[in-house]
């Protein structure tokens, strides 16, 4: 095949210089050096659209960064080194001076060099995936193997409740510390705060609040004992809350105090924080009940057709369950049942 015996590798092996044709014009050369650069841009792009990553933590940005950066240079490299031998073949073996004329040898030789760098990639990605992880080999899928990462589960909407996969165990350790360290954080705030926060056995993850009505509501005047727990997943997973005394509300249950907060369960955030639920959330709660989506029908139904009647309820329902001595009397053992006094404001993951 005049492929391989003219070609420029075998030449220099033999100690020869290969020459272009004399009809090889300057400008085929910028031709075939601008197709190679556009060539390489576009799989590279195609190659980092693979990899789209939800980074939750700031930490782990600059090391995804670098990452990516290191996986695009390979890529890099090798579409330049394709696209070079396909500009050695064209330049050596052209017919009449045109770029794409290729013989059919010629295109064998690139073709199959494309397929070998795609197989050597997918092999090298799959053997370091099985390495870290030896029982999970026979998982590993094809978006696993090109993007090098392993495959994220299923997500229908919301926040995740994890920064990164359950797999990847170092991130699951930064994400228990980070965790940590932001429930810390945030219950130090309420701490420093004008708030009076009392601490359940010293643990930072369970704690009361006293919470005022706010003014020129109905609640004015009322003070609530507030039961507040952070899960371990804290702030990816929002805090479950409770009225240990009794309010009259139509989205809070009169029995158990437990809180319909739709606009927490659809809109929290990991930069949300338990100043934003005492300062914002809980008084719009007050000023503005949802009687469409109630948890006390009879507030719900007294509210919509009789409002100064809801008003005077509510006011009754101050005077006598939202005193200061009320407040401080509630106690968990008011309730049959712990889990009924905690409102699940709960995981966005798992919707209402």
């Excluded at 500009?87 to 199959?112: A, P, S």
């Amino acid at each position: 095949m005049p492929l391989f015996r003219d070609h420029p590798i075998r030449s220099t092996i033999a100690g020869k210089i290969a020459k272009p044709h004399d009809n090889v014009e300057p400008s085929l050369i910028l031709e075939a050096v601008a197709v190679a650069i556009s060539a390489g841009l576009f799989l590279t792009k195609l190659m980092s659209s693979l990899r789209k990553t939800h980074i939750h933590l700031h930490e782990e940005i600059v090391l995804t960064i670098i990452e990516d950066a290191f996986h695009l240079t390979q890529t890099s490299v090798a579409i330049l080194a394709i696209s070079s031998l396909m500009f050695l073949v064209t330049m050596h073996h052209r017919r009449e001076g045109q770029l794409l004329t290729q013989t059919q040898e010629e295109m064998v030789l690139i073709c199959g060099f494309g397929l070998f760098w795609i197989a050597a990639l997918l092999a090298w990605r799959a053997s370091s995936h099985r390495a870290g992880d030896p029982g999970r080999g026979g998982e590993l899928d094809f978006a696993t193997a090109v993007t090098g990462r392993p495959k994220e589960p299923a997500f229908t909407g919301g926040i995740r409740p994890y920064p990164c996969s359950a797999d990847d165990i170092y991130c699951v350790v930064e994400d228990y510390t980070f965790c940590k360290r932001r429930i810390e954080t945030d219950v130090m705030k309420m701490l420093m705060s004008d708030y009076e926060v009392s601490l359940v056995n010293d643990s930072m993850q369970e704690f009361y609040v006293r919470f005022y009505g706010p003014a020129e509501t109905p609640f004015a005047g009322g003070v609530w004992k507030i039961h507040v727990e952070l899960p371990d997943q804290y702030p990816f997973k929002s805090p479950s809350i409770g009225f240990m005394n009794k309010i009259f509300h139509p989205n809070i249950d009169e029995l158990s105090g437990s809180v319909c907060l739709d606009v927490i369960n659809q809109t929290w955030s990991p930069m949300f924080d338990m100043i934003n639920i005492f300062e914002v959330f809980l008084p719009q709660l007050l000023r503005y009940p949802n009687p469409n989506d109630p948890l006390n029908g009879e507030a719900a139904a007294l509210l919509m057709r009789h409002p100064k009647e809801y008003d005077a309820k509510v006011k009754e329902y101050v005077q006598r369950f939202a005193t200061k001595e009320a407040a401080d009397a509630a106690t968990d053992g008011n309730d049959e049942d712990e889990d009924e006094e905690m409102s699940e404001m709960g995981s966005i993951s798992e919707g209402d």
